[in-house]
């Protein structure tokens, strides 16, 4: 088990404290200024997503606190959360998955536009996500897993009426127990599960405009 983790049991208004705070943290000195990690995910769009001629806006994700947090989220056992100590994402998970899902989208020239919820563009589809897990779990082993689990939703804007549910989950071995190798194993989950979610939302989109066309816009 890697010693730079601050351990505070699971049991409520303490340990979110802890985690806002940046308290009492192992392996690290007071003031000692921590690494900041920025993910740069590679992604791509696959050779079958559709050309699209909607355009589709992404909330903001719904999320918990002690997963959507500047703090790396690490899990040593199933009822225990903690934080790496003298780490920082440059960005909290829910804002790195929405860069991710629009720059992949917007690179990809299949949409005719895809933008952040509240842009003032006026989009016929609305992703909703609701991001449960983006940590690294232990769950009994000597080196972690990263976990991203993504619950999606697409919403015709016109009707309010879901296109399509869908939940996306990226589990994959670090094989090391040190940060940098946490942080890059997390980088191919994001790349992944971005992948899939944008080439979900694209495809039950799509079969939703043909099987209900969508009204002129005004």
């Known amino acids: 088990m890697n010693t730079r983790l601050l351990r505070q049991p699971l049991t409520g208004v303490t340990v979110l404290a802890a985690l806002l705070s940046g308290c009492s943290l192992l392996g690290a000195s007071r003031g000692e200024s921590p690494t900041i990690y920025a993910p740069r995910p590679q992604l791509q769009a696959a050779a079958d997503w559709p050309q699209v001629d909607w355009q589709l806006g992404i909330a903001r994700p719904e999320a918990s606190r002690m997963i959507d947090s500047l703090r790396i989220a690490v899990r040593p ?6 934080v790496y100590s003298g780490a920082n994402w440059a960005r909290p998970p829910s804002d ?26 006026a989009n016929d589809y609305r992703l909703l996500l609701d991001l449960r897990h983006y940590e690294a779990d232990y769950a009994g082993q000597a080196t972690p897993s990263v976990v991203i689990e993504v ?9 309010q009426r879901v296109a399509g549910a869908r939940t996306f989950r990226q589990q994959l071995p670090v094989g090391a127990s040190d940060i940098p190798n946490v942080v890059a194993t997390f980088e191919r989950a994001l790349a992944n599960v971005t992948t899939d979610i944008a080439g979900w939302a694209l495809h039950a989109g799509q079969a939703d405009r043909v099987r209900h066309p969508l009204p002129p816009r005004r």
């Not at 899902?101 to 895809?114: E, F, H, M, N, T």
């Open 77 to 82: 056992s199933a009822d225990e959360i903690q």
């Open 96 to 121: 790195q998955l929405v860069d991710a899902l629009l720059q992949v989208l917007g690179d990809s020239g299949r949409i005719s536009a895809a933008s952040r919820q509240g842009s003032g563009l």
């Open 151 to 159: 619950n999606a939703q697409l919403m015709r804007v016109h009707d």
